[in-house]
């Protein structure tokens, strides 16, 4: 199985540090927003959208590529990482992904260090994020949405 990832990661590199994690199984390309890199989605299983969490969503760019570059129907995961919890973080990309029909396969989020606007103020938050057992937990995801028996995989009623 080969799935994309469209990603934006920057300040600390938090979401690519948990991608990067996730590649070490196999079968994942990854590809920042911020570039120009052709990808032929067509010839990936499935594709992902991470991001940093920017003022409580997807950063725009992401969303964007999301609009432009989903294929109907194509299915879907999301990977993000943010300083502090709070609910309704992708609501806005699975927003995109059902408008297109895009089956969703899950979705992982951990903290993320964070010096973002008012918290360089103050050193940041989430320091040390992502943790050695948050990156073996993004790797645990990505090795249960391609698990043969996974509802919802591509091939998978």
């Known amino acids: 199985m080969k799935a994309a990832v469209f990603y934006y990661s920057r300040h600390h590199g938090n979401t690519r540090k948990?991608?990067?994690a996730m590649a070490r199984e196999g079968g994942l390309t990854l590809v920042d927003v911020t570039g120009h890199q052709a990808v032929r989605l067509e010839e990936y299983d499935c594709v992902?959208?991470?991001s940093g969490i920017y003022y409580g969503k997807f950063q725009e760019k992401v969303l964007q590529c999301a609009r432009q570059r989903l294929p109907e129907?194509?299915?879907v995961f999301?990977?993000?990482t943010y300083g502090a919890r709070?609910?309704?973080y992708t609501a806005a990309i699975r927003r995109i992904a059902r408008e297109k029909n895009c089956p969703v396969?899950?979705?992982y989020g951990c903290k993320g260090y964070d010096t973002f606007?008012?918290?360089r103020l103050v050193g940041g938050i989430a320091k040390?994020?992502?943790d050695g057992r948050e990156l073996e937990a993004a790797r645990a995801f990505y090795r249960k949405i391609w698990a043969p028996e996974a509802p919802g995989k591509p091939g998978r009623p």
Do not use: I, T
Request: without cysteine.
């Open 86 to 88: 709070r609910p309704g």
């Open 78 to 80: 999301f990977v993000f």
């Open 117 to 119: 606007g008012p918290f």
């Open 128 to 130: 040390g994020h992502p």
């Open 18 to 20: 948990v991608l990067e």
């Open 105 to 107: 396969l899950g979705e």
């Open 73 to 75: 129907g194509k299915a």
């Open 48 to 50: 992902g959208f991470a």
